[in-house]
């Protein structure tokens, strides 16, 4: 199991997410073959890591089937009320940022998961407590997209307060970035004249987004697609023009089927990650088509 996991690191750390799965299979099995050890929190995190895995390559309807096991072996060893169940939920309500276009359905399930997940988390820790910053990034983003802007803003505001004074809480800079980035979008798309008051905010916001890119690329991580897209929303708060919040969830990937030639409405729904490459379906019936064909 140890050997597994530690392929599955190098994997990761190359960026070679399709090829963990099959890994991360082996370890699961290898662990379950013993009862202890398949009810241990070693095995729990485990399915976690398959599961934020399955997103990665966009497999969701995988990913939610373990992050539903894992909710539920949490259950078990910690009870229904408690820090491990809140997390799951909070990771679990993550699915619809992976989504060019949810449905309702999926958007009030991803609502109800997050809200959920923060306020088991805050029943134990405090206001200030860094155990409630993923709960209100993931919560925070997905109400500055469906324009609930007041109460997005004062949740990233609370994020953004917590990470200043704790800013590697986040295990992901690029989850930091995303955060500050829906609170400058948020700042901007409010009415003209609260706009044009937090424009400083916006600005600062972006500013603190700029620095932690600069100090990856200091740590040999550069990334000059953020630095374009940063200083593009810095021309845009000078403007006083509102930034989209949708833009940062349509995924570059948009193509025609590879089965059936149409345009693709829900690409990341359907799409088969390979190590070869992404084979881009369109829909439910041509991905079991193209799964038959590669089974026959």
Known sequence: VTSYLILVNFLIDQNRFTDSVPIVDKALDQMSKSRMRAHSPLYVRTVMRRAQLHLDCHHIDQALEDFDLARSLCAQLYGEESVQVAACLTDKARFVQYLTEPTENEVETAMGLARGGLEMMARFFDSKSVRLVPGLRVLGCLLVRQGELEEGI??????????????????????????????????????????????????????????????DEMRGRKDEVAVERINRKFDMVAKQVAMPVQDRYVHPYLRNCSMCGHAETRPDQFHIW????????????CHDKFVKYQTT
């Open 154 to 215: 004062g949740l990233l505001e609370r994020y953004s307060e917590i990470t200043k004074g704790a800013p590697f809480v986040e295990k992901l800079s690029t989850d930091r970035i995303f955060a500050l980035e829906s609170l400058a979008e948020a700042y901007t798309n409010l009415p003209e004249h609260l706009a044009r008051k937090a424009s400083t905010k916006a600005k600062a916001a972006l500013r603190t987004c700029m620095q932690i890119v600069i100090e």
């Open 274 to 285: 390979m190590s070869r490459g992404v084979i881009r379906l369109c829909s439910r019936d």
